[in-house]
């Protein structure tokens, strides 16, 4: 499976930007997928997760209520919808394949990863 992230890029804070991530082959529709981030010195994060069928999601505190995943399995294809940005989800983004159907938080519950997209808030 390749994944090719798209959709960052800049916004002032308070602006809104939906991420996508398309995935290669039909099999992804199977698998849970995920959000994660990863800001300049810092350690790469989970941001948020879905399930093969969209019926479970779960997102990092530092986004609930602003974020939104979601997916369409007919198109092979994840969003972030990110609303309310702060300077502080400045982050290079990337999306991921779980090795299952479930929700996936944890790296190393991925078993692929696609290149990044970068999103800059400013102040």
């Known amino acids: 499976v390749q994944l090719q992230a798209s959709g960052g890029g800049l916004v002032q804070a308070g602006g809104s930007l939906t991420l996508s991530c398309v995935a290669s082959?039909?099999?992804?529709?199977?698998?849970?997928m995920g959000w994660f981030r990863q800001a300049p010195g810092k350690e790469r994060e989970f941001v948020a997760g879905?399930?093969?069928?969209?019926?479970?999601?779960y997102y990092a505190d530092s986004v609930k209520g602003r974020f939104t995943i979601s997916r369409d399995n007919a198109k092979n294809t994840v969003y972030l919808q990110m609303n309310s940005l702060k300077p502080e989800d400045t982050a290079v983004y990337y999306c991921a394949a779980g090795l299952g159907p479930r929700v996936v938080t944890e790296e190393g519950g991925m078993k692929c990863w696609g290149k990044g997209t970068q999103v800059t808030v400013s102040s």
């Open positions: 879905i399930n093969w069928s969209g019926g479970s999601t």
């Open positions: 082959v039909n099999s992804s529709a199977i698998t849970g």
